[in-house]
Nanobody, 129 residues
Framework: QVQLVESGGGSVQAGGSLRLSCAAYGYTYSSYCMGWFRQAPGEEREGVAIIDTDDRIRYADSVKGRFTISQDNAKNTLYLQMNRLKPEDTAMYYC???????????????????????WGQGTQVTVSS
């Protein structure tokens, strides 16, 4: 049974940093495209960053240069290092996975979000000004 468990969210002031983690259970981690998505109240879920099975990465323009996605295949864990946080980064952050390569997730504006089969419960990030 596939399970994704996020941790590391919290409240910080603008300019601060947080590191999110996503522990994956129940599948061969390296065979899955992994991603971070976020959703603010009243907004659609949006892609933040994805990492393909060949380690290709895509970032949302709004986080480029501030956020870094990485993974440790030995630990079956995905990370999102978030630096220079802004109030507009406030959202629930979700880890997601789908079997195989990223495919259209590298090209669609919405990261082909519906193609991601597995989701964590989310971790809240709140950035105050």
């Amino acid at each position: 049974q596939v399970q994704l468990v996020e941790s590391g969210g919290g409240s910080v002031q603008a300019g601060g940093s947080l590191r999110l983690s996503c522990a994956a259970y129940g599948y061969t981690y390296s065979s899955y495209c992994m991603g971070w998505f976020r959703q603010a109240p009243g907004e659609e879920r949006e892609g933040v960053a994805i990492i393909d099975t060949d380690d290709r990465i895509r970032y949302a323009d709004s986080v480029k240069g501030r956020f870094t996605i990485s993974q440790d295949n030995a630990k079956n864990t995905l990370y999102l290092q978030m630096n220079r946080l802004k109030p507009e980064d406030t959202a629930m952050y979700y880890c997601a996975a789908k079997y195989g390569k990223a495919g259209y997730s590298f090209y669609y504006r919405d990261y082909d979000v519906r193609s991601f089969n597995y989701w964590g419960q989310g971790t809240q990030v709140t950035v105050s000004s």
